[in-house]
């Protein structure tokens, strides 16, 4: 039987050869990213590729079906080529085991695809491929999923809201003291272990943190003290490796810098005071013990300060022999040994500061900033991802919804329209402010070896032959190249004036002679061996007077606008949701909620 038959009966002929027809792009082959592809190779998309830049963990198989226990260790993209090739032979999967900010997934790559899917798991990666698919003007579907709820939204360039339109929001931060000196949760002590200790011992060394403490003088004893501690660490760490260190940090740290504290009395005058561990007990106990981890099912109570002390000391040694053999090291809450030290070390301070107490797993999820990963989420969410797909490809973009799976009964209190499933919104055409979506975009190809900055602003105003050299500006990121006062780089090549190599974009702002500016435009540079400058595909429309007209924060025509608020369907209160005092790492999965205006 025709392998096609069903999604041609399905679809109808005409949107079934579409879909033959489409050459689509998935970045991210994880849980969200395996059932999407499970879909578009069922539903018979003819050319599709994909890209990964992990490798099969054995954490992954329970949901990320595609990988299987012999697959452990293998490139994520290529086994899950491989295994949905087994659902559908009659179509072309490639696969690409990178980075999607790789160099050769350049904005030509992504303008050769008709539709692009964003299964990722963090901010940077899903920013980065919304830049690119706005500049190629290619439409996205990007989805994402935190528990039980999840969305699939489709980004069309210039006809709706993109990814970046609306800022996300910012990781929970805490003040420096609290981490440092007067925890009162258990967060407190596990962002203390995580972001403070476990750089301080086995990280890079640097001083940056005590200078941002010396700049705070509103504490100025307090943090004289802090960075006295922190430099006593850092001698510390160079006996790292060598027998006793981890002893000696134990000492060091719930004792001698309890102490200190506590020498500040001032501090303690409305707090219950700390009380120093009793070090040399404790470590005694903690020798009589056997590894207190080797029982995994002790992973969900909380373990004993002995254990504890057991779990400190042998983590602290192993963390210390691999920092003096290979370096230093960050954080991974996959890495056994990191988060038996994160673990244990947070807890310690919780029982010096009279603090509950959290089992291996509570601080590995708060540590991880782990929302519970939902299959059956990312099943339905990949399912909308398709129904958008196929929304784009019969050009009903405008009719399209966001749809968001709410929360299960037991957890209807948390969401803003309860009793749904599936809740749909209008899209929204892109904030004018965006700083994305408010450019033109254009492609050059230059040898950034030969062309200078002088070349490049010419050739483009050429091309556009609007406005003299004089009323434009160019920046790249935040530095300026040029502008009508500060010409001193037009006769420097691009190479000369650093512009990274890849995914360069260069904003070349126009003026009119009030001043005014008539459109920003971004410049991608694509790095070519060949002489000169040349503008790739069509030069977009713009410069043209009168400006281009604002886009509008208005519902598109025919939409009615929904009152409700969307949310997130998951408490976030700080026990569930852990953002660190220094990075939104972690699982970033998430931002399914839609800010409204
Ligand atoms: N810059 C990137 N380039 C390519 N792939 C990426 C990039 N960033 C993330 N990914 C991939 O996106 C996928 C996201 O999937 P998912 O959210 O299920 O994460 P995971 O790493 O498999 O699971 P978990 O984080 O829960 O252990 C991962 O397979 C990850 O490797
Ligand atoms: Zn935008």
Avoid at 141 to 157: R, V, W
Avoid at 395 to 423: F, I, K, Y
Avoid at 514 to 530: R, T
Wanted: charged fraction near 20%; aromatic fraction near 6%; hydrophobic fraction near 40%.
């Amino acid at each position: 039987m025709d392998r096609h038959a069903p999604s041609r009966a399905l679809l109808g002929t005409q949107l079934f050869a579409q879909v033959e027809n489409t050459r689509v792009l998935m970045v991210g082959a994880g849980g969200i990213g395996c059932e999407l592809l499970k879909n578009l190779a069922m539903l018979g998309f003819g050319h599709i590729e994909l890209v990964d830049l992990d490798t099969i963990d054995v954490t992954n198989l329970n949901r990320q079906f595609l990988f299987q226990r012999q697959h452990v260790s293998q490139s994520k993209a290529h086994v899950a080529r491989e295994s949905a090739l087994r659902f559908n032979r009659n179509i072309t999967i490639i696969s690409h085991h990178g980075n999607i900010k790789d160099p050769q997934f350049d904005l030509a790559w992504f303008k050769s695809f008709n539709l692009v899917f964003n299964a990722l798991d963090n901010l940077d990666a899903r920013r980065h491929v919304n830049l690119m698919c706005v500049a190629g003007k290619v439409p996205l579907i990007d989805a994402g999923t935190a528990g039980y709820s999840g969305q699939s939204t489709i980004i069309q360039p210039g006809v709706t809201e993109c990814y970046d339109c609306h800022p996300k929001p910012t990781p929970k931060t805490f003040p420096v003291c609290t981490i440092r000196s007067t925890p009162s949760a258990p967060i407190h002590c596990i962002v203390w272990a995580k972001n403070f200790m476990f750089p301080q011992l086995f990280g890079e060394d640097e001083d940056e943190g005590d200078a941002n403490l010396v700049n705070d003088t509103t504490n100025a004893k307090q943090v004289q003290e802090l960075v006295r501690e922190a430099q006593a660490l850092r001698e510390l760490k160079r006996s790292a490796g060598l027998p006793g260190f981890a002893e000696r940090v134990f000492v060091k740290i719930y004792r001698h810098d309890i102490e200190r504290l506590l020498s500040m009395e001032g501090l303690w005058q409305m707090r219950q005071k700390p009380v120093p561990l009793d070090v040399e007990a404790l470590v005694a106990a903690a020798n009589e013990l056997r590894d207190p981890l080797a029982d995994e099912t002790a992973h969900c109570r909380v373990r004993t300060i002995e254990e504890t002390t057991k779990v400190f000391l042998q983590s602290t040694a192993a963390l210390a022999k691999r920092y003096a053999a290979s370096g230093p090291q960050s954080f991974d809450k996959d890495d056994d040994a990191a988060m038996a030290f994160v673990s244990a070390a947070a807890n310690l301070r919780c029982h010096v500061y009279h603090i509950a107490l959290k089992s291996f797993f509570e601080i590995k999820s708060m540590a991880g900033n782990i929302v519970p990963i939902v299959a059956t989420t990312n099943g339905v969410v990949a399912g909308l991802m398709v129904l958008h797909a196929l929304q784009v490809l019969e050009g009903r973009v405008l009719e399209t919804t966001t749809d968001l799976l709410t929360a299960p009964p037991a957890a209807q209190h948390l969401v803003s329209r309860p009793n749904q499933v599936l809740a749909r919104d209008k899209l929204f055409p892109p904030v004018s402010s965006c700083a994305v979506c408010a450019r033109a975009y254009v492609q050059v190809a230059v040898d950034t070896a030969s062309t200078t900055l002088g070349d490049l602003l010419e050739a483009i105003v050429d091309a556009f032959s609007v406005l003299p050299v004089d009323n434009v500006t160019v920046l790249e990121g935040a530095r300026m190249l040029y502008d009508p006062d500060f010409d001193d780089n037009l006769g420097r090549t691009l190479a000369d004036l650093n512009v990274p190599s890849h995914h360069a974009f260069l904003l070349v702002d126009a003026y009119d002679q009030d001043d005014q500016l008539v459109q920003p435009l971004s410049v991608y540079i694509q790095k070519s061996g060949k002489k000169g400058v040349e503008i790739l595909g069509n030069v977009p429309q713009l410069w043209t007077k009168p400006a281009p007209p604002k886009v509008q924060d208005a519902p598109i025509a025919g939409g009615d606008e929904l009152d409700d608020e969307v949310v997130m369907a998951v408490d976030d209160d700080d026990e569930d949701i852990i953002m660190t005092e220094s990075s939104a790492a972690g699982n970033e999965t998430g931002h399914v909620g839609r800010t409204r205006r």
